[in-house]
């Protein structure tokens, strides 16, 4: 079983940063494709950004490309993301996910198995 927490969230201005923190607890994750996803009000959870189990191929979604950038520090089975520029429109609860299966980075909701409980972001204008 693996545990992850995310906290850093919280209410920011338009332009902005936050710097989100995922901390795994259980199991080291340090061999496994890792995620961030959000889920707005009323909206699917899609894909934010992902990262290769050795941090050095990340993915991300073109609406966040260039304004968010994913990190690990598998010493402390940890992934983080760091988000600049805020817009409104970013404002979402967001989830850490572990994908047991690859370690590659999937973009897909579905291929992750462990998830986090989220933490609200939200981005005033």
């Known amino acids: 079983q693996v545990q992850l927490v995310e906290s850093g969230g919280g209410l920011v201005q338009a332009g902005g940063s936050l710097r989100l923190s995922c901390a795994a607890s259980g199991r080291t994750v340090s061999s496994y494709g890792m995620g961030w996803f959000r889920q707005g009000t009323g909206k699917e959870r899609e894909f934010v950004a992902s990262?290769?189990?050795?941090?050095?191929?990340?993915y991300y979604a073109d609406s966040v490309k260039g304004r968010f950038t994913i990190s690990r520090d598998n010493a402390k089975n940890t992934v983080y993301l760091q988000m600049n520029s805020l817009k409104p429109e970013d404002t979402a609860v967001y989830y850490c996910?572990?994908?047991?299966?690859?370690?590659?980075?999937?973009?897909?909701?579905?291929?992750?198995?462990?998830w986090g409980q989220g933490t609200q972001v939200t981005v005033s204008s």
């Open positions: 996910a572990a994908d047991t299966d690859r370690a590659w980075g999937s973009t897909k909701v579905r291929d992750y198995d462990y």
């Open positions: 990262i290769d189990r050795n941090g050095g191929v990340a």
